[in-house]
């Protein structure tokens, strides 16, 4: 059984992630992986820095999304990490437990 989620940024510390500030300063859809045997781990950076980790995904197959663009008022196709598409498919699914 895995597990797929977004964590924390203060759970990341001992993580050899590049810092969340130079990730912030990077372009949209960028993003850092680490990967273990049993754990992946991903910092993508949409409006904001999202934090995600899986035992069960990777971050390949890269997929494409759609995000407004204030700067070209139109929607662009950015790159968006294994992880974060399988979380954004898969949220609220235990909602349908209750």
Same mark, same amino acid.
């Given at each position: 059984m895995g597990a797929t989620g977004a964590i924390r940024v203060n759970r990341t510390e001992n993580?050899? =992630?590049?810092?969340?500030?130079? /990730?912030k300063k990077k372009s949209r859809a960028s993003f850092d992986f680490w990967n273990s045997k049993y754990l992946?781990?991903?910092?993508? $950076?949409? $409006?904001?820095?999202?934090? +995600?980790? +899986?035992s069960h995904h990777g971050f390949e197959p890269v997929?494409?999304?759609? @995000?407004? +663009?204030? /700067?070209? @008022?139109?929607f662009i196709e950015i790159d968006q990490p294994? /992880? =974060?598409?399988? $979380? $954004?498919?898969?949220m609220g699914g235990i909602d349908l437990l209750n």
């Open positions: 993580c050899p =992630l590049e810092d969340i500030k130079s /990730i992946k781990m991903v910092w993508w $950076n949409d $409006n904001s820095v999202i934090t +995600s980790a +899986s997929a494409q999304t759609k @995000r407004w +663009s204030y /700067i070209g @008022r139109k294994h /992880i =974060l598409s399988q $979380n $954004n498919k898969f």
